[in-house]
T-cell receptor
Framework: QQQVKQSPQSLIVQKGGIPIINCAYENTAFDYFPWYQQFPGKGPALLIA?????SEKKEGRFTISFNKSAKQFSLHIMDSQPGDSATYFCAASIRSNSGYALNFGKGTSLLVTP | NAGVTQTPKFRVLKTGQSMTLLCAQDMNHEYMYWYRQDPGMGLRLIHY???????AKGEVPDGYNVSRLKKQNFLLGLESAAPSQTSVYFC?????????????FGQGTRLTVV
C-alpha cells in the first residue's frame, strides 16, 4: 500500500500564486522527507528536504512545513513562475536494510500560467 | 561528471522477449535503486542494492531480476516481458552524509511491451 499519500493530483495557479502540495504518512519510523521535482522527459531531482526535528525549512521560494504530531508535511512555492511547472513528488525514507530507499507519493502535476 | 546514466533510453519489446537495462553511476555511491514510474502511481521501488554484490527486493519485484557485480553498475533484467511491464524505468544512486540522503536519478528508460 502507498506509504505516503499526496494531494492534490493536479494543480493550476497563476503566476505569483502560492501552490501548496500536501503529503501524509503513517510510518513514524520515517526520518527523512524530501521533495523531488520532475520535468517532462527527465528524471526526478531533489528540490528540498526536511528532517522531523524541525517544523519548517526554506530554500529560496520553496518551503517545507512539517507537522510531526499530525504526520503531515507540505510544500509551498512562493511567487510561483511558469518555469515551476513540473510534477512534484513528496517522499519519505528511513535508514534500514534497504539503504535509504525512497517511498514516493503519487505526484502532483503543477501548471503555473503566465 | 555524468552522474547516473541509463542505457537504452527507449525500447520496444514483444511479449516474452528478454532484455537488460543498464545503469551506471560515477559518484562512488554505495546505494543503487531501480524504480518504475506509471501514470498516477508515482515511483515504485523494484529492487535495490546497498553495496557491490548485494541486491534485495523492493515493492514490486515480480518479473524482474537484478545484479550488481561492480559498484558502479546496477543491471535490471526482464526474463519474459509482459505488457504490464510497459513503463518508464528510473535508476537512482544515493549517498548519506551529514544528515542528507540525496538520490540522483538517471534520465529514464521508456519501455513498451507489445
Amino acid at each position: 500500500q502507498q506509504q505516503v499519500k499526496q494531494s492534490p493530483q493536479s494543480l493550476i495557479v497563476q503566476k505569483g500564486g502560492i501552490p501548496i502540495i500536501n503529503c501524509a504518512y503513517e510510518n513514524t519510523a520515517f526520518d527523512y522527507f524530501p521533495w523531488y521535482q520532475q520535468f517532462p522527459g527527465k528524471g526526478p531531482a531533489l528540490l528540498i528536504a526536511i528532517r522531523p526535528d524541525v517544523s519548517e525549512k526554506k530554500e529560496g521560494r520553496f518551503t517545507i512545513s512539517f507537522n510531526k504530531s499530525a504526520k503531515q508535511f507540505s510544500l509551498h512555492i512562493m511567487d510561483s513562475q511558469p518555469g515551476d511547472s513540473a510534477t512534484y513528488f513528496c517522499a519519505a525514507s528511513i535508514r534500514s536494510n534497504s539503504g535509504y530507499a525512497l517511498n514516493f507519493g503519487k505526484g502532483t502535476s503543477l501548471l503555473v500560467t503566465p | 561528471n555524468a552522474g547516473v546514466t541509463q542505457t537504452p533510453k527507449f525500447r520496444v519489446l514483444k511479449t516474452g522477449q528478454s532484455m537488460t537495462l543498464l545503469c551506471a553511476q560515477d559518484m562512488n555511491h554505495e546505494y543503487m535503486y531501480w524504480y518504475r514510474q506509471d501514470p498516477g502511481m508515482g515511483l515504485r521501488l523494484i529492487h535495490y542494492s546497498v553495496g557491490e554484490g548485494t541486491t534485495a527486493k523492493g515493492e514490486v519485484p515480480d518479473g524482474y531480476n537484478v545484479s550488481r557485480l561492480k559498484k558502479q553498475n546496477f543491471l535490471l533484467g526482464l526474463e519474459s516481458a509482459a505488457p504490464s511491464q510497459t513503463s518508464v524505468y528510473f535508476c537512482a544512486s544515493s549517498y548519506s552524509y551529514g544528515g542528507i540522503n540525496e538520490a540522483f536519478f538517471g534520465q529514464g528508460t521508456r519501455l513498451t511491451v507489445v
